[in-house]
């Protein structure tokens, strides 16, 4: 589709090693190489090259599935041309998932900072966003005056599809403002806490509140992992969740409405592959979740 001809530059390694045709492919996989409003740790720019290095370097079975990975039909298109402004970068985001989603394909989109999920949300025009993360990305503005960034795109997401169909897992990390706000627009969170103590019971609860949902959104924050598993992440916290939490979370919760998924935040030269390892074996597994739904 044009967009993908316009907006991507193609790229020697692909991720998990090979190139399924775009006509045979399930996934559409693209890097969005953009961090211009990271306040801390940026350089997750680079992290798209870094999850495909790392992800041509680890096995390939699921054990959760019983999907071997390199079965997957994965389309990789390379990665975003990079633009100027985060208002250019989510509208050429708009165009190319629109296309993924017009053509039947998931879209997997690698970040990047996760400001970058608000051109997912765009092009979804509804549904509900599921997203993981330390922090709830509820604040109106910030850094100072700004409305569009990476710290207040969850509120953004908001006032896109309605507090009711926002879902937070895995926060721990937020201003007195932004609980505020999640409380007085009863928005529904879970934090690392409830993931970690109470699985099963934090899911049911997510998956009631799913129930009435036509179409899904996955995003996952890396920063929801522990900093001791995933430390090259734009802004670290304590007391995170391991992968194999994440990994069961989704598990539980994945079903034939989820339209596709991005992983965003790595900025992969704050450890030596570690982060980045973990990202692609996240990305990995939930793609095999996904296939085997069509099972
Ligand atoms: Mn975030
Ligand atoms: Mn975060």
Wanted: proline share 3%; glycine share 6%; with cysteine.
């Amino acid at each position: 589709m044009s967009s993908l001809k316009f907006h991507l530059s193609g790229e020697s390694m692909t991720f998990n090693g090979k190139q399924t045709p775009l006509k045979e492919a399930d996934f559409i996989f693209f890097g969005v190489p953009f961090d211009s409003t990271s306040t801390y740790r940026s350089g997750s720019r680079f992290a798209p090259d870094a999850i495909r290095q790392a992800s041509i370097n680890i096995e390939t079975f699921s054990m959760r599935t019983g999907i071997d990975a390199s079965d997957l039909k994965i389309y990789d298109s390379g990665n975003m041309v990079s633009k100027v402004g985060v208002k250019e970068t989510l509208k050429a985001i708009v165009e190319v998932i629109t296309d993924c989603i017009k053509m039947g394909k998931i879209p997997v989109m690698v970040g990047g900072e996760h400001t970058i999920t608000l051109g997912a949300v765009e092009a979804l025009r509804g549904g509900m966003i599921i997203i993981f993360d330390a922090h709830m990305d509820l604040r109106d503005r910030y850094p100072e005056d700004a409305r569009i960034s990476h710290a207040t795109v969850s509120r953004r997401i908001c006032e896109i599809v309605g507090d009711e169909n926002l879902i937070l897992l895995g926060v721990r990390a937020f201003s007195k403002e932004e609980y505020a706000y999640a409380k007085e627009k009863r928005i529904f969170f879970r934090t690392s806490e409830d993931l970690s103590k109470n699985l099963l019971k934090t899911v049911e609860d997510v998956k009631e509140k799913i129930k009435q949902a036509e179409k899904i959104w996955i995003s996952i924050d890396m920063d929801v992992i522990d900093p001791s598993m995933a430390p090259a992440v734009g802004n670290p916290e304590p007391e995170g969740i391991t992968t194999t939490k994440l990994l069961d979370t989704l598990k539980h919760i994945i079903d034939s409405r989820v339209v596709g998924f991005d992983l965003v935040e790595v900025s992969p030269h704050y450890d030596h592959g570690v982060t980045a390892i973990q990202a692609a074996k996240i990305i990995l597994e939930t793609c095999c979740l996904l296939e085997k739904i069509k099972l």
